[in-house]
Protein backbone atom coordinates (compact mmCIF):
# COMPACT_ATOMS: atom_id res chain seq x y z
CA UNK A 1 0.00 0.00 0.00
CA UNK A 2 1.63 3.47 -1.35
CA UNK A 3 1.17 6.19 0.98
CA UNK A 4 -0.06 9.41 -0.14
CA UNK A 5 0.07 12.67 0.12
CA UNK A 6 -1.51 16.13 -1.19
CA UNK A 7 -0.81 19.78 -0.59
CA UNK A 8 -2.93 21.67 1.64
CA UNK A 9 -3.91 24.53 -0.87
CA UNK A 10 -4.15 27.55 1.68
CA UNK A 11 -1.02 26.64 3.73
CA UNK A 12 1.06 24.87 0.81
CA UNK A 13 1.69 22.69 3.27
CA UNK A 14 1.80 19.15 2.97
CA UNK A 15 -0.40 16.84 4.80
CA UNK A 16 0.17 12.32 4.97
CA UNK A 17 1.00 9.95 4.85
CA UNK A 18 -3.04 8.59 3.92
CA UNK A 19 -4.16 5.87 2.33
CA UNK A 20 -5.42 5.93 -1.27
CA UNK A 21 -8.92 5.46 -0.22
CA UNK A 22 -8.41 8.38 2.11
CA UNK A 23 -7.49 10.54 -0.63
CA UNK A 24 -9.66 9.38 -3.09
CA UNK A 25 -12.79 9.77 -0.63
CA UNK A 26 -11.42 13.63 0.48
CA UNK A 27 -11.39 13.81 -3.86
CA UNK A 28 -14.91 12.77 -4.41
CA UNK A 29 -16.44 14.73 -1.54
CA UNK A 30 -14.63 18.02 -2.91
CA UNK A 31 -12.21 18.86 0.07
CA UNK A 32 -9.19 17.94 -2.76
CA UNK A 33 -9.69 19.96 -5.78
CA UNK A 34 -8.50 18.51 -9.18
CA UNK A 35 -5.76 21.28 -9.25
CA UNK A 36 -4.41 19.98 -5.96
CA UNK A 37 -1.14 18.28 -6.04
CA UNK A 38 -0.83 14.99 -5.15
CA UNK A 39 2.06 12.25 -4.52
CA UNK A 40 2.73 9.20 -3.57
CA UNK A 41 5.84 6.60 -3.49
CA UNK A 42 6.85 5.62 -6.79
CA UNK A 43 6.12 8.91 -8.59
CA UNK A 44 8.50 10.78 -9.78
CA UNK A 45 7.24 14.02 -9.06
CA UNK A 46 3.81 15.74 -7.85
CA UNK A 47 0.60 15.42 -10.06
CA UNK A 48 -2.83 17.31 -10.24
CA UNK A 49 -5.54 15.40 -8.18
CA UNK A 50 -7.51 15.07 -11.28
CA UNK A 51 -5.20 13.36 -13.10
CA UNK A 52 -4.24 10.77 -10.41
CA UNK A 53 -8.28 10.11 -9.48
CA UNK A 54 -8.96 10.65 -13.24
CA UNK A 55 -12.82 8.86 -13.56
CA UNK A 56 -11.79 7.22 -16.71
CA UNK A 57 -8.71 4.91 -14.94
CA UNK A 58 -11.15 2.48 -13.30
CA UNK A 59 -10.45 1.03 -10.16
CA UNK A 60 -8.66 -2.34 -9.88
CA UNK A 61 -11.65 -4.07 -7.56
CA UNK A 62 -14.19 -2.42 -9.32
CA UNK A 63 -13.80 -4.25 -12.73
CA UNK A 64 -15.96 -2.84 -15.60
CA UNK A 65 -18.03 0.43 -15.02
CA UNK A 66 -20.95 1.96 -16.33
CA UNK A 67 -21.93 5.31 -16.31
CA UNK A 68 -24.77 7.22 -14.52
CA UNK A 69 -28.26 6.93 -15.24
CA UNK A 70 -29.43 9.85 -17.34
CA UNK A 71 -30.81 12.84 -15.82
CA UNK A 72 -30.03 11.83 -12.34
CA UNK A 73 -28.09 15.24 -11.45
CA UNK A 74 -30.07 17.34 -13.17
CA UNK A 75 -33.32 15.86 -11.37
CA UNK A 76 -31.01 16.16 -8.03
CA UNK A 77 -30.28 20.13 -8.78
CA UNK A 78 -33.40 20.55 -9.72
CA UNK A 79 -34.85 19.61 -6.32
CA UNK A 80 -32.40 20.40 -4.32
CA UNK A 81 -33.16 24.04 -5.50
CA UNK A 82 -36.72 23.68 -5.19
CA UNK A 83 -36.49 22.45 -1.68
CA UNK A 84 -34.08 25.58 -0.64
CA UNK A 85 -36.60 27.96 -2.28
CA UNK A 86 -39.83 26.53 -1.01
CA UNK A 87 -38.89 26.16 2.61
CA UNK A 88 -36.80 29.53 2.77
CA UNK A 89 -39.52 30.99 5.07
CA UNK A 90 -40.85 28.16 7.06
CA UNK A 91 -37.53 28.26 8.34
CA UNK A 92 -37.90 31.35 9.64
CA UNK A 93 -40.11 29.48 11.87
CA UNK A 94 -38.41 26.92 12.49
CA UNK A 95 -40.18 23.96 11.53
CA UNK A 96 -38.74 24.19 7.59
CA UNK A 97 -35.14 24.06 9.03
CA UNK A 98 -34.83 20.30 8.58
CA UNK A 99 -35.64 20.67 4.89
CA UNK A 100 -33.74 23.29 3.67
CA UNK A 101 -30.23 21.35 5.17
CA UNK A 102 -31.82 18.58 2.83
CA UNK A 103 -31.83 21.21 -0.12
CA UNK A 104 -28.59 21.84 0.70
CA UNK A 105 -27.59 18.15 1.15
CA UNK A 106 -28.58 17.57 -2.36
CA UNK A 107 -27.22 20.16 -4.04
CA UNK A 108 -23.72 19.25 -1.99
CA UNK A 109 -24.20 15.16 -3.05
CA UNK A 110 -25.08 16.66 -6.61
CA UNK A 111 -21.65 18.16 -6.48
CA UNK A 112 -20.03 15.08 -5.52
CA UNK A 113 -21.25 12.80 -8.02
CA UNK A 114 -20.50 15.43 -10.89
CA UNK A 115 -16.57 13.80 -10.34
CA UNK A 116 -18.03 10.36 -10.50
CA UNK A 117 -18.87 9.66 -13.94
CA UNK A 118 -18.20 5.91 -13.94
CA UNK A 119 -19.86 3.64 -11.46
CA UNK A 120 -19.96 -0.30 -10.34
CA UNK A 121 -22.39 -2.38 -12.10
CA UNK A 122 -23.68 -2.89 -8.69
CA UNK A 123 -24.68 0.49 -8.15
CA UNK A 124 -26.69 1.18 -11.03
CA UNK A 125 -29.93 -0.05 -9.43
CA UNK A 126 -29.06 2.40 -6.55
CA UNK A 127 -28.86 5.42 -8.46
CA UNK A 128 -31.42 4.61 -10.82
CA UNK A 129 -33.87 4.30 -7.97
CA UNK A 130 -31.97 7.13 -7.02
CA UNK A 131 -33.00 8.83 -10.14
CA UNK A 132 -36.99 8.10 -9.61
CA UNK A 133 -37.28 9.26 -6.21
CA UNK A 134 -35.81 12.84 -7.50
CA UNK A 135 -38.03 12.76 -10.63
CA UNK A 136 -41.09 12.17 -8.66
CA UNK A 137 -40.13 14.66 -5.34
CA UNK A 138 -39.31 16.94 -9.01
CA UNK A 139 -42.82 16.44 -10.33
CA UNK A 140 -44.77 16.65 -6.70
CA UNK A 141 -43.00 20.56 -7.14
CA UNK A 142 -44.39 20.71 -10.60
CA UNK A 143 -48.01 19.82 -10.01
CA UNK A 144 -47.95 21.77 -6.51
CA UNK A 145 -46.95 24.98 -8.26
CA UNK A 146 -49.39 24.74 -10.77
CA UNK A 147 -51.98 23.92 -8.33
CA UNK A 148 -51.14 27.11 -6.22
CA UNK A 149 -50.99 29.35 -9.22
CA UNK A 150 -54.59 27.42 -10.35
CA UNK A 151 -56.21 28.29 -6.39
CA UNK A 152 -54.75 31.49 -6.97
CA UNK A 153 -56.86 32.63 -9.74
CA UNK A 154 -59.95 30.57 -8.53
CA UNK A 155 -59.13 32.96 -5.39
CA UNK A 156 -59.02 36.16 -7.22
CA UNK A 157 -62.16 35.18 -9.67
CA UNK A 158 -63.88 34.36 -6.29
CA UNK A 159 -63.51 37.42 -5.07
CA UNK A 160 -64.08 39.58 -8.36
CA UNK A 161 -67.64 37.90 -8.28
CA UNK A 162 -67.90 38.43 -4.76
CA UNK A 163 -67.45 42.48 -5.29
CA UNK A 164 -69.35 42.77 -8.55
CA UNK A 165 -72.99 43.53 -6.84
CA UNK A 166 -71.30 46.29 -4.62
CA UNK A 167 -69.83 47.61 -7.98
CA UNK A 168 -73.01 47.92 -10.06
CA UNK A 169 -73.68 51.46 -8.21
CA UNK A 170 -70.92 52.86 -8.85
CA UNK A 171 -70.47 54.52 -12.41
CA UNK A 172 -67.20 54.91 -14.31
CA UNK A 173 -66.38 58.99 -14.73
CA UNK A 174 -66.05 57.77 -18.53
CA UNK A 175 -69.46 56.00 -19.06
Known amino acids: MASWYYVIPKTRDKSGPHNE ?4 ARFVAGDITPST ?18 PRQPDEAAGLLV ?11 FV ?6 VFFFPAMLLYGFPMLLTGFAILGARASLARMTLIPPDLFPFFAKLRTVFCCWGW ?3 IGLFLLI ?3 LAYAGLALWALAPAAEGFHWPLR
Open 150 to 152: LSL
Open 37 to 54: LVWHDGLPNWIPAGEAFS
Open 140 to 142: MYI
Open 80 to 85: GVMTIL
Open 21 to 24: SFVR
Open 67 to 77: PLPEGLRAWMG
